[in-house]
């Protein structure tokens, strides 16, 4: 059983910028949920994806945007990044009504 | 929305005694309840969860109650050993399937003291 990717492991980005992160879930695993955790604290949900529609979203401006692919993978679009949005970003997976979550292992984003 | 507290921030234990982490939650309509552990540059890995019609679930050292009246549950780890250093988080959530997403504390390091 394959487990959640996430890519790239890194990036650099300037204010400004537009930037788009990539998840692959677990096997069989149809909802994809995205999470940002910014050094020191618990991770923060973005929204979450199902039938690549966003399912659910959480206190985040619209330049947070994303997809979800028929093979259940998905992006994080961020669009005029701002020295805050600086963080971990983690992708999680999850069957279709169930609550357990298996996370990716994150996208470190810096924003100079 | 729902606010999670979790308690301490900090905890040092000597290796083989007992470490406990307390949450709080604000939304008497979360109903489920898991526990990640996040090792230093590497992803949160769920280490037990709990669901709102039990009490109390074990898995080997681990075990985590919760009271919902009150709105806490918390996660024992009895005889702790060097590989438990790591921080953990609590989170709650209300919907199945999480279409609210997790609601995630701030985090308690816990540090095994050889």
């Known amino acids: 059983e394959t487990g959640v990717t996430q890519s790239p492991t890194h990036l650099i980005k300037t204010r400004g910028q537009q930037v788009t992160l990539r998840c692959s879930s677990q096997?069989?695993?149809?909802?994809v949920s995205w999470y940002q955790q910014a050094l020191g604290q618990g991770p923060q949900f973005i929204f979450q994806?199902?039938?690549?529609?966003?399912?659910g979203r959480g206190n985040f401006p619209p330049r947070f945007s994303g997809l979800q692919f028929p093979n259940y993978s998905s992006e994080l679009n961020v669009n005029a990044l701002e020295l805050v949005d600086s963080a971990l970003y983690l992708c999680?997976?999850?069957?279709?009504?169930?609550?357990?979550?298996?996370f990716g292992p994150g996208t470190r984003l810096t924003v100079l | 929305g729902e606010n999670v507290e979790q308690h301490p921030s900090t905890l040092s234990v000597q290796e083989g005694d007992s470490a406990v982490i307390k949450c709080t939650y604000s939304?008497?309509?979360?109903?489920?309840f898991p526990w990640y552990k996040q090792e230093l540059g590497k992803r949160p890995q769920l280490i037990i969860d709990?669901?709102?019609?039990?009490g109390e679930k074990k898995d080997q050292r681990i075990a985590v109650t919760l009271n919902k009246t009150a709105k806490h549950f918390s996660l024992h780890i009895t005889e702790t050993q060097p590989e438990d250093s790591a921080v953990y988080f609590c989170?709650?959530?209300?919907?199945?399937?999480?279409?609210?997403?997790?609601?995630f504390g701030k985090g308690t390091h816990l540090i095994i003291q050889p």
């Open positions: 999680a997976s999850s069957l279709p009504g169930v609550d357990t979550q298996y």
């Open positions: 096997s069989g695993h149809n909802t």
């Open positions: 994806y199902y039938r690549e529609e966003e399912n």
């Open positions: 939304d008497s309509a979360s109903n489920y």
């Open positions: 709990i669901r709102s019609n039990v």
């Open positions: 989170a709650a959530s209300k919907t199945g399937g999480g279409a609210d997403g997790l609601t």
